[in-house]
């Protein structure tokens, strides 16, 4: 009697890709293992045994997704000299990121929010401690900012590093929704106001 398994040709991190763009697309609770198996070209059994279950492979993809996301964010929030430059060109990461094309729009991490599991839920707290590093790296940057005297040790950094970060996930709604690039890079471009303020 021949074993179930895998197909032969069965590439993990290809199929890690699909799934990944597939939650990206749909979200958490709006992608069945159905979805997930016609769209990997696999069957239940051969998903549990390459993935675990779904909640195992949601997080692998967003994992996934985080790391593609992570190099051209941190180079901008990191590459800069000024803390203004680095948030300017943070900003416009995300702007990018979001409204590429050829692959699905908005923010995996950000919008699956939006569909994700109940507040008690394990997977919506793993979700909400990746958006929180999001708003972490900005803060720091700030906080630097302050001990290099770029801004005044008034202002109130949490705050603006939690306005940052809102304007970086209405910006993954707002790509969702349609906005194109160009918009979505008028729209950081103005949030940066803010900043000049201080």
């Avoid at 051969?46 to 492979?57: D, H, P, V």
């Avoid at 950081?188 to 000049?196: C, K, L, Q, R, S």
Wanted: glycine share 8%; aromatic share 8%.
């Amino acid at each position: 009697m021949a074993v179930k398994g895998r197909p032969r040709n069965f590439d993990r991190g290809i199929a890690l890709e699909q799934a990944m763009e597939l939650f990206w697309e749909r979200g958490y609770r709006g992608t069945s293992l159905t979805d997930i198996t016609s769209a990997l070209g696999i069957n239940r059994p051969s998903m549990y045994a390459a993935f675990g279950n779904k909640e195992a492979l949601f997080r692998e993809a967003v994992a996934l997704y985080s790391g593609k996301l992570r190099g051209p964010v941190e180079s901008a929030l990191r590459g800069e000299s000024s803390t203004r430059d680095a948030i300017a060109k943070t900003l416009q990461a995300y702007a990018t990121a979001f409204s590429r094309p050829g692959t699905p729009l908005g923010c995996l991490v950000v919008l699956s929010a939006t569909d994700g599991p109940d507040h008690d839920d394990p997977l919506r707290e793993f979700l909400t401690e990746l958006r929180g590093s999001l708003q972490a790296g900005i803060q720091l940057r700030l906080q630097a900012a302050v001990r290099e005297n770029e801004i005044p040790e008034t202002v109130h950094i949490a705050a603006l590093a939690a306005y940052f970060g809102t304007v970086v996930f209405g910006m993954a709604i707002q790509a969702r929704d349609g906005a194109t690039h160009d918009s979505l890079i008028t729209t950081a471009d103005m949030a940066m106001t803010v900043f000049d303020t201080l």
